[in-house]
């Protein structure tokens, strides 16, 4: 089956530094992935669409020059949270679809920003 | 943008009881999942269901497009089913994997 790997699973920064989250496809290639943002006890917030070679597309109100996307190839993306604040603390979760309409979701990153 | 309203927002069983989720969309779908969210927050594809009635094991689905919503069953519920279950949907017009969630259903099965 799909498998979606997301690393690191966890990670505390300080204020005002960087964090980058990747997303990979362990067994199938995925031109599009996405990210999601989840606060506790919330819902899944889609924050933005990974395309493989192209920029990334931002949902309304996602600061794109805060959470940069990279998509450098058909097996990896990563998101960087730049300059953390610690209301950046939440849960990233990205997600991937092979050749069928089945996501699959990576394991989830928890951020926490002191 | 399409909305999806699950219900109930909570629910608490007993093990070994069955129960079912519902998820209300709010304009037609051309792609509908059910998710489960372990503890640990990794989420767990269930069902593929845009229509239709489909089974695996103590867990079935149930889509009825044109009257937008879904069920989920649990049957003989187990401590290990505990945790959020998400229906997400995509739109008609949409791309197939852009998925909007609805809040959820928070399951704890007891002991």
């Known amino acids: 089956g799909a498998v979606v790997s997301q690393h690191p699973s966890r990670v505390i920064c300080k204020s005002g530094t960087s964090v980058k989250i990747e997303c990979r496809s362990l067994d199938f290639q995925a031109t599009t992935m996405f990210w999601y943002r989840q606060f506790p006890k919330q819902s899944l917030m889609l924050m933005a669409t990974?395309?493989?070679?192209?920029?990334?597309?931002?949902e309304q109100g996602v600061e794109k020059d805060k959470f940069l996307i990279n998509h450098a190839s058909l097996t990896l993306s990563t998101l960087t949270v730049t300059s953390a604040h610690p209301e950046d603390s939440s849960f990233y979760i990205c997600s991937a679809s092979g050749s069928g309409p089945r996501v699959t979701f990576g394991s989830g990153t928890r951020l926490t920003v002191v | 943008g399409i909305q999806v309203e699950q219900s109930p927002p909570d629910l608490i069983l007993q093990e070994g009881a069955n129960s079912t989720l519902r998820c209300n969309f709010s304009?037609?779908?051309?792609?509908l999942q059910w998710f489960h969210q372990n503890p640990w927050g990794q989420l767990i594809n269930l069902f593929y269901?845009?229509?239709g009635t489909k089974q695996n094991g103590r867990l079935s689905a149930t889509t009825v497009a044109t009257e937008r919503y879904s069920l989920l069953y649990i049957s003989s519920s187990q401590t290990t089913d505990s945790g959020v279950y998400f229906c997400a949907v995509v739109d008609s017009g949409g791309s197939n994997y852009k998925l909007t969630f609805g809040k959820g259903t928070l399951l704890t099965v007891n002991p």
């Open positions: 990974s395309n493989e070679g192209s920029k990334a597309t931002y």
């Open positions: 304009d037609s779908v051309n792609n």
């Open positions: 269901i845009p229509s």
